[in-house]
């Protein structure tokens, strides 16, 4: 029935030449809303075939190309029955081969050619074939209009097309790129895939370059493996593919303009990439292997974790590699790893074509961990972006032991997540170089024409088990069994070349005797290695700095009131909310010296005096730009019309750079950029602030296996500050405490500070010694909530002038040391209770000192504030925080410490508690005043 209708309308004259712009018209309509065509022809639209899981929109673009083709070609185009040679059919069988290139395009990778074993169950895909189109092999012969099919002619015989379509996306290259809806990235993919049919001519001398970067894979683990059986190395073997994949793609980068390329993988092939493609010494390695160690990086890490800097020669000069230092949780590196080109492009002022992330994911995790997520939600954000990452998959399908889809994932392939930002995706059997080395080339074009992340998901197979003294015969038996009788990559390709006249088998020989040699002489094996030019960043001036390192942090109060007034300025027309307005107008206050400052106003004075000096700023977290309590209003929006102004952007002439962001709603993968942000740059104050200090539990993987411990591990310091708001002001569990005990608890080696600023001078001061001090160590910071606006908390524009942080802070009120019979050591907001409830009893007795840095302990400040007091017996800690939590238990060695010889120290605070903090108001308004009072109660 459907059949007769489409015939009638295609033999009608209405489809005739130009009457097809008309069709066009109602088609579009149609695509609208089909009750707006008449009954007739929303029963010929219906009828066209459909493509399973194909956009209507698509299906309209194919269609209305062919109508404008038909209506370009005039009356002749008409149906024909029996074609002339070459002149293209005409009939109704012409709409559906545009519907089979259109199912080609969207579902030719589900029978593509991918896994190297064999062993992936294809479903058999119905659009795909001719019977599903209405066509066969009898109209192989008729020529058709191929549409916007790339392959270089308007018309193809069927026959001829079907073999091109089955060549383009059917091959060793599954490509999905269908779901991108901008029409432009679409179209560019479409041509480069289809104008060479997914398979370009390669020339002998990239071929054999293809050849030698398979030897060097296979080279390199067999090596290994003999000369330390049984060591664990995370063989690459099976996706061998991937080093000369990884050394093309830095050559074409090079090639295009890149300058400096990070790389983050996880531990699997690493010692191949780090030996073959960055150009480590061999015999460092080997020297690893044996149990020698560099004494200069502290604790160290294992050599799988190890990260590498190189220069690489390229045909656009040399490109500097850097391998990010990687713990074992899989796909927390990849943030860092953006974070670290974001600071290296920041730096160059450039192009985002000049430095190149690349990220290289295992199949499970890129589907299993939510980070991945996190990085590609990030990556198109004006604070993250980094004009795209091209990420490859080692998908050798096995994740440790787990290998069956229904358990790793819940999607087709474990690259579907890249499809939340459009990215286009290439799935290529690792075990075909050539499409290996195609779609790589054809993922860089298309990440620095369009900025955007691309993925290529490199289909191979584990020959060892997850470490090689591992069985994995154990759990894999059917896959194994293959994967014992199935050639290694470099045989493979070393046959085709063969077989192609390429080379002879004893070429193939000696490559590999050459690379074996090589190993054996120990010397770089990277012809294209190049030793480190002098780089961009110095880092010598921050080595070797502790946290005492003396600073001048001095500055007039002039210059501060002459800052504060360009803080204060905004353009005439910036219209600013009534309450905003009103905290300016309190600023201006504050600099002319009728108010003392708040916190708010001294934060940002610590950002304009750093700017003025030629400092750069980056400030991201959640909220930041207004700041979660209202404090910070660092961006101003303009009510007129919704444009934003900083301030601080707008110093002085030459100042130095200033970006504040809100971030994406992670604190994993933004912690995660953010250290890989100040690791990259230490010229910078880079700050992250999360909404709630409990916020930050979303990133521990960041606190405890880069911020604590990267220096130790890896000899990489970080500057990075961190923001954590924190204070029990009755607000429930989730939101009063930053958990400042896991942060005392990891602190070691002076590896990070831990500061809780009480007034607006000290954090004004804190956050200028963070950059003016040489050292480049984290700061975590419990920051305030209510302090921001305590009447107490407020500070002289002198008190910020004199440039000091005060690790310790003495008693402030007239009390006489020689009349007080207890002290009271205390940290941050806890402190004005103390204060307020003494005042209020007229208490001369008791003395109160706050520990302004709890880490590292302030030993010789602390000594000098007790000195005051060494008469004293009975000491006091009190704390707002559960006992069980604050610094109590992790920091009482200290106390213990500073106190005088034979003085007791007992706790003042809430008891412990498996909880922060209680809900109720009212049981925490009593908690507060109870842990008051005992500290003020001399027994
Ligand atoms: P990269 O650009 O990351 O390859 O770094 C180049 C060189 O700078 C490294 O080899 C180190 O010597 C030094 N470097 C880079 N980052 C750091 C850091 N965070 N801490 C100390 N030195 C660094």
């Given at each position: 029935?459907?059949e007769?209708?489409?015939k009638?309308?295609?033999?009608?004259?209405?489809m005739?030449?130009a009457?097809a712009a008309y069709?066009?018209?109602?088609?579009?309509?149609?695509?609208?809303?089909?009750?707006s065509?008449?009954?007739t022809?929303?029963?010929?639209?219906?009828?066209?075939?459909?493509v399973e899981g194909?956009e209507?929109?698509?299906?309209?673009t194919?269609?209305?190309?062919?109508?404008?083709?038909?209506?370009?070609l005039?009356?002749?185009?008409?149906?024909?029955?029996a074609?002339?040679?070459?002149?293209?059919?005409?009939?109704?069988?012409?709409?559906k081969v545009?519907?089979?290139?259109?199912?080609?395009?969207?579902?030719?990778h589900q029978?593509a050619n991918?896994?190297?074993?064999?062993?992936?169950?294809?479903?058999?895909v119905?659009?795909?074939e001719?019977?599903?189109h209405?066509?066969s092999?009898k109209?192989?012969?008729?020529v058709?209009?191929v549409g916007?099919?790339?392959?270089?002619?308007?018309?193809?015989?069927?026959?001829?097309?079907f073999k091109s379509?089955?060549?383009t996306y059917?091959?060793?290259?599954?490509?999905?790129y269908m779901h991108?809806?901008?029409?432009?990235?679409?179209?560019?993919?479409?041509?480069k895939?289809e104008?060479?049919?997914?398979k370009?001519e390669?020339?002998?001398?990239?071929?054999?370059?293809?050849?030698?970067?398979?030897?060097a894979?296979d080279?390199?683990?067999?090596?290994?493996g003999s000369?330390?059986?049984?060591a664990?190395?995370f063989?690459?073997?099976?996706?061998?593919?991937?080093?000369?994949m990884?050394?093309?793609?830095i050559?074409?980068?090079?090639?295009?303009?890149?300058?400096?390329?990070?790389?983050?993988?996880a531990?699997r092939?690493?010692?191949?990439v780090?030996?073959?493609?960055?150009?480590?010494?061999?015999?460092v390695?080997f020297?690893?292997?044996?149990?020698?160690?560099?004494d200069s990086l502290?604790?160290?890490?294992?050599k799988?974790h190890?990260?590498?800097?190189?220069d690489?020669a390229?045909?656009?000069?040399?490109?500097?590699l850097?391998?990010a230092?990687?713990?074992?949780?899989?796909?927390?590196?990849?943030?860092?790893?953006?974070?670290s080109v974001?600071?290296?492009?920041?730096?160059r002022?450039?192009?985002?074509?000049?430095?190149l992330?690349?990220?290289?994911?295992?199949?499970?995790?890129?589907a299993?961990?939510?980070?991945?997520?996190?990085?590609?939600?990030?990556?198109?954000t004006?604070?993250?972006?980094?004009?795209g990452t091209?990420?490859i998959?080692?998908?050798?399908q096995?994740?440790?032991?787990?290998?069956?889809?229904?358990?790793?994932?819940?999607?087709?392939y474990c690259?579907?997540?890249?499809?939340m930002?459009?990215a286009p995706i290439?799935h290529?059997?690792?075990?075909?170089?050539?499409?290996?080395?195609f779609?790589?080339?054809?993922?860089?074009e298309?990440r620095?024409?369009?900025?955007?992340?691309v993925?290529?998901?490199?289909v191979?197979?584990?020959?060892?088990?997850?470490n090689?003294?591992d069985e994995?015969n154990?759990?894999?038996?059917?896959m194994?069994q293959?994967?014992?009788?199935?050639?290694?990559?470099?045989?493979?390709?070393?046959?085709?070349?063969?077989a192609?006249g390429v080379?002879?088998?004893?070429?193939a020989?000696?490559y590999?005797?050459?690379y074996?040699a090589?190993?054996?002489?120990?010397?770089c094996?990277v012809e294209?290695?190049?030793?480190?030019?002098?780089h961009s960043?110095?880092?010598?001036?921050?080595?070797?700095?502790d946290?005492d390192t003396?600073?001048?942090?001095a500055?007039?109060?002039?210059?501060?009131?002459?800052?504060g007034e360009?803080?204060?300025?905004?353009p005439?027309g910036?219209?600013?909310?009534s309450?905003?307005?009103?905290l300016?107008q309190?600023?201006k206050?504050?600099?002319?010296?009728?108010?003392?400052?708040d916190?708010?106003m001294?934060?940002?004075?610590a950002y304009?005096?750093l700017?003025?000096?030629?400092?750069?700023?980056?400030?991201?977290?959640?909220?930041?730009?207004?700041g979660?309590?209202?404090h910070?209003?660092?961006?101003?929006?303009?009510?007129?019309?919704?444009?934003?102004y900083?301030?601080?952007?707008?110093?002085?002439?030459?100042?130095?750079?200033?970006?504040?962001?809100?971030s994406v709603l992670?604190e994993?993968?933004?912690?995660?950029?953010?250290y890989g942000y100040?690791t990259?740059?230490?010229?910078?104050l880079?700050?992250w602030e999360?909404?709630?200090?409990?916020?930050?539990n979303?990133?521990?993987?960041?606190?405890?296996?880069?911020?604590?411990s990267?220096?130790?591990?890896?000899?990489r310091l970080?500057g990075l500050?961190?923001?954590?708001?924190?204070?029990?002001?009755?607000?429930?569990?989730?939101?009063?405490s930053a958990?400042?005990?896991r942060f005392?608890?990891?602190?070691?080696?002076h590896n990070?500070?831990?500061?809780v600023?009480?007034?607006?001078?000290?954090?004004?001061?804190?956050?200028?010694?963070?950059?003016v001090?040489p050292?480049?160590?984290?700061l975590?910071?419990?920051?305030?909530?209510?302090l921001?606006?305590?009447?107490l908390?407020t500070?002289?524009l002198?008190?910020l002038?004199?440039g000091?942080?005060?690790n310790?802070?003495?008693?402030?009120d007239?009390?006489?040391?020689?009349d007080?019979?207890?002290?009271?050591?205390?940290?941050?907001?806890?402190?004005?209770?103390?204060?307020?409830?003494?005042r209020?009893?007229?208490?001369?007795d008791?003395?109160i000192?706050?520990?302004?840095?709890?880490?590292?302990?302030?030993?010789?400040?602390?000594?000098?504030?007790?000195?005051?007091?060494?008469?004293v017996?009975d000491?006091?800690?009190?704390?707002?925080?559960?006992?069980n939590?604050?610094?109590?238990?992790?920091?009482?060695?200290?106390?213990?410490?500073?106190?005088?010889?034979?003085?007791?120290?007992?706790?003042a605070?809430?008891?412990a508690s498996?909880?922060p903090?209680?809900?109720?108001?009212?049981?925490h308004?009593?908690q507060q005043k109870?842990l008051?009072?005992?500290?003020?109660?001399i027994?």
């Amino acid at each position: 029935m459907q059949e007769s209708v489409m015939k009638a309308w295609w033999d009608s004259s209405h489809m005739a030449g130009a009457n097809a712009a008309y069709v066009e018209e109602l088609y579009e309509s149609y695509m609208e809303d089909p009750q707006s065509v008449s009954d007739t022809w929303r029963q010929i639209f219906d009828s066209l075939p459909k493509v399973e899981g194909v956009e209507l929109e698509t299906n309209h673009t194919s269609v209305k190309d062919q109508f404008r083709k038909l209506a370009a070609l005039g009356p002749t185009a008409r149906m024909s029955s029996a074609p002339v040679e070459g002149t293209p059919v005409s009939d109704d069988r012409q709409v559906k081969v545009l519907q089979l290139i259109n199912a080609f395009r969207f579902r030719g990778h589900q029978h593509a050619n991918l896994d190297p074993l064999g062993l992936w169950k294809q479903e058999r895909v119905r659009d795909l074939e001719l019977s599903h189109h209405n066509l066969s092999d009898k109209d192989f012969d008729s020529v058709f209009n191929v549409g916007s099919f790339a392959i270089g002619k308007d018309s193809m015989s069927l026959g001829e097309l079907f073999k091109s379509l089955n060549r383009t996306y059917c091959g060793s290259i599954g490509a999905e790129y269908m779901h991108i809806t901008d029409t432009d990235q679409k179209r560019w993919l479409q041509q480069k895939i289809e104008s060479v049919q997914a398979k370009p001519e390669f020339s002998k001398d990239e071929k054999l370059t293809l050849l030698k970067g398979l030897t060097a894979a296979d080279g390199m683990e067999k090596y290994l493996g003999s000369k330390f059986p049984g060591a664990k190395r995370f063989s690459l073997e099976g996706g061998d593919a991937l080093v000369p994949m990884l050394k093309n793609l830095i050559t074409n980068a090079g090639a295009a303009g890149t300058k400096e390329v990070v790389i983050g993988m996880a531990h699997r092939g690493r010692l191949n990439v780090l030996v073959n493609v960055l150009g480590k010494n061999p015999s460092v390695l080997f020297d690893e292997f044996a149990g020698k160690h560099d004494d200069s990086l502290g604790a160290g890490d294992v050599k799988y974790h190890a990260g590498f800097s190189s220069d690489f020669a390229t045909p656009g000069g040399n490109v500097h590699l850097a391998l990010a230092f990687n713990p074992s949780h899989l796909e927390i590196v990849n943030p860092v790893v953006m974070g670290s080109v974001r600071a290296r492009l920041e730096r160059r002022n450039d192009d985002t074509n000049t430095v190149l992330p690349i990220t290289i994911h295992g199949d499970s995790a890129i589907a299993g961990q939510g980070v991945v997520q996190e990085t590609f939600n990030m990556s198109q954000t004006r604070g993250f972006a980094v004009g795209g990452t091209v990420r490859i998959v080692v998908n050798n399908q096995v994740g440790f032991t787990t290998s069956k889809t229904e358990d790793t994932r819940s999607t087709q392939y474990c690259t579907d997540i890249a499809k939340m930002v459009q990215a286009p995706i290439f799935h290529v059997n690792s075990d075909d170089p050539e499409a290996v080395a195609f779609v790589t080339q054809l993922a860089l074009e298309y990440r620095n024409k369009f900025k955007r992340d691309v993925v290529i998901d490199l289909v191979c197979y584990r020959r060892h088990g997850h470490n090689e003294a591992d069985e994995p015969n154990a759990t894999q038996p059917l896959m194994y069994q293959k994967v014992k009788k199935h050639p290694v990559p470099r045989a493979i390709y070393a046959d085709q070349l063969i077989a192609e006249g390429v080379i002879e088998q004893r070429d193939a020989d000696r490559y590999l005797e050459e690379y074996r040699a090589a190993l054996d002489h120990g010397a770089c094996v990277v012809e294209e290695w190049r030793p480190m030019t002098k780089h961009s960043v110095d880092w010598s001036p921050y080595l070797g700095h502790d946290w005492d390192t003396p600073y001048d942090g001095a500055i007039s109060v002039e210059k501060l009131q002459a800052l504060g007034e360009a803080l204060t300025s905004f353009p005439e027309g910036h219209k600013l909310q009534s309450r905003v307005n009103k905290l300016y107008q309190d600023r201006k206050a504050m600099v002319s010296g009728e108010k003392k400052l708040d916190w708010g106003m001294a934060e940002n004075l610590a950002y304009a005096s750093l700017v003025d000096a030629g400092e750069d700023i980056r400030m991201t977290g959640q909220d930041s730009g207004r700041g979660t309590f209202f404090h910070r209003h660092a961006v101003l929006h303009n009510q007129a019309d919704g444009s934003t102004y900083m301030p601080l952007q707008n110093i002085r002439e030459g100042q130095g750079e200033i970006e504040i962001y809100d971030s994406v709603l992670s604190e994993e993968a933004v912690m995660a950029f953010e250290y890989g942000y100040a690791t990259a740059e230490p010229e910078c104050l880079t700050i992250w602030e999360a909404q709630f200090g409990d916020f930050a539990n979303g990133a521990q993987v960041v606190f405890d296996q880069f911020l604590s411990s990267g220096e130790a591990k890896w000899g990489r310091l970080c500057g990075l500050t961190m923001l954590l708001p924190h204070g029990y002001e009755g607000q429930g569990p989730e939101h009063s405490s930053a958990r400042l005990e896991r942060f005392l608890q990891m602190c070691a080696d002076h590896n990070w500070q831990v500061c809780v600023p009480s007034t607006p001078a000290q954090v004004f001061n804190m956050l200028r010694r963070q950059v003016v001090r040489p050292m480049r160590k984290p700061l975590i910071v419990m920051s305030p909530k209510s302090l921001l606006r305590h009447p107490l908390a407020t500070s002289s524009l002198e008190e910020l002038a004199e440039g000091k942080f005060h690790n310790v802070i003495s008693e402030i009120d007239d009390i006489n040391p020689k009349d007080v019979k207890r002290v009271v050591m205390c940290s941050g907001k806890v402190y004005y209770d103390l204060l307020d409830q003494r005042r209020k009893n007229e208490q001369t007795d008791v003395a109160i000192v706050r520990l302004e840095q709890l880490y590292p302990f302030p030993q010789e400040e602390c000594a000098k504030v007790v000195a005051q007091y060494s008469h004293v017996t009975d000491w006091v800690w009190c704390q707002e925080e559960p006992q069980n939590q604050g610094a109590w238990y992790c920091s009482q060695h200290h106390f213990w410490q500073a106190i005088p010889d034979g003085a007791k120290l007992t706790y003042a605070g809430r008891e412990a508690s498996s909880s922060p903090a209680v809900g109720y108001v009212s049981v925490h308004n009593q908690q507060q005043k109870a842990l008051v009072e005992d500290a003020l109660t001399i027994k």
